[in-house]
């Protein structure tokens, strides 16, 4: 049965972020030729509205308010459930970023839900969808489907590939003017860690470094691969507690969980609580001084050797392959 989805979209400075279009793709294998509707919170947000058009929703509603600028759960429930009380869904999906792991409870419980979170896959069974999640961090993956009431998912970013973005699709976009209480939290400011370049969580190539690196300087081979591949840099834990680098660059159990499409490991172990974050990207390559190292086991290639003789030597390599 055909049926309405709504897709919540995020943006960050001033542009979509992509798992809004990995939902849209989500959404349009749950919806069974029905409607998808994304719906876009913020402020002056509504010049992005055609875009998710292009990339597959069939109609786009923006709330905006100058309370809306800053992402706060209380003020994006209000904004969202206005939406919901007018639309009346069959079907929800946000992406399974920091927003949406803390809305989307949120509005599971206003609007007295389930919800199913983390989906890496939509499969199909019987013409119904079937939601697929990894669980115990990654070791094995369960199959749930809803028989009843809405359906409610969070996708984990990198995972269902988007849409072809076709400029020629049509759609409409209009704005709904929600009314927006007063919310009980005020963020006054906000302070980026300086993360230059690519958002780890979406990024289609990371370069993680381990203890093994052994300074900060020591992330500088790895920044400069990073940036060549148009990629990201992660870490481990150990990385970060030596204080080589940030803790947002965390990937694990207590980290990012990260799914790109090249991982490629420097100088960490494969401690089970870094498996936990990274085990399922697509292809794996470990760089590692000891052969018997825990990485290799999950590695699609890997290198044996220091790393500081192997990375620039990658990086000579992939110089010659842009020239
Ligand atoms: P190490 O285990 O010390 O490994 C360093 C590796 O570098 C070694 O394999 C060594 O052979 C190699 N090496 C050294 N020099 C070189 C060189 N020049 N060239 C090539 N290789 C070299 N960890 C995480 O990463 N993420 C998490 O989210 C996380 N959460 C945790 C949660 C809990 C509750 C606990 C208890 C632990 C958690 N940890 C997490 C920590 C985890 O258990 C490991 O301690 C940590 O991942 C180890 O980091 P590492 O691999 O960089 O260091």
Not at 75 to 97: C, R, S
Not at 229 to 244: H, K, M, N, P, T
């Amino acid at each position: 049965m055909s049926k309405k989805i709504i897709v919540l979209a995020e943006s960050r400075e001033g542009a979509l972020r992509n798992v809004s279009f990995e939902a849209i793709a989500a959404g349009k294998k749950i919806a069974d030729g029905g409607e998808i509707v994304s719906v876009l919170i913020g402020d002056n947000v509504s010049e992005l509205g055609q875009e998710l058009v292009a990339y597959g929703a069939d109609r786009v509603i923006t709330v905006q308010s100058e309370k809306l600028k800053q992402y706060s759960s209380d003020g994006y429930a209000q904004g969202l459930l206005a939406v919901l009380d007018e639309e009346n869904p069959e079907g929800l999906v946000f992406g399974h970023t920091a927003l949406g792991k803390d809305l989307s409870p949120r509005i599971a419980s206003k609007l007295g839900s389930g919800l199913i979170s983390d989906v890496t896959s939509i499969e199909e069974d019987g013409g119904e969808p079937v939601f697929v999640r990894p669980i115990y961090s990654g070791k094995a993956f369960e199959k749930k489907v809803v028989t009843d009431g809405l359906i409610f998912i969070t996708i984990r970013p990198n995972n269902i590939d988007p849409l072809p973005k076709e400029e020629s699709r049509s759609g409409e976009v209009t704005s709904l003017d929600a009314d927006i209480k007063d919310l009980r939290t005020i963020i006054k400011d906000v302070v980026r860690k300086a993360t230059d370049g690519v958002d780890l969580s979406e990024a289609k190539v990371i370069v993680a470094g381990g203890r093994g690196v052994k300074s900060e300087e020591g992330f500088e081979p790895l920044k400069e691969l990073a940036d060549l591949l148009g990629g990201a840099v992660g870490a481990s834990r150990g990385a970060c507690d030596a204080e080589y680098c940030d803790y947002s660059l965390q990937i694990g159990q207590t980290g990012k969980v990260v799914t790109p499409d090249l991982y490629i490991a420097c100088g960490l172990s494969g401690a089970i609580q870094h498996m936990a974050g990274m085990s399922n990207s697509k292809v794996i390559v470990a760089i590692n001084k000891d052969p018997e190292a825990n990485i290799f086991k999950v590695a699609d290639y890997g290198i044996v050797g220091d790393l500081f003789d192997v990375v620039p030597l990658l990086i000579e390599e992939f110089k010659k392959i842009k020239a």
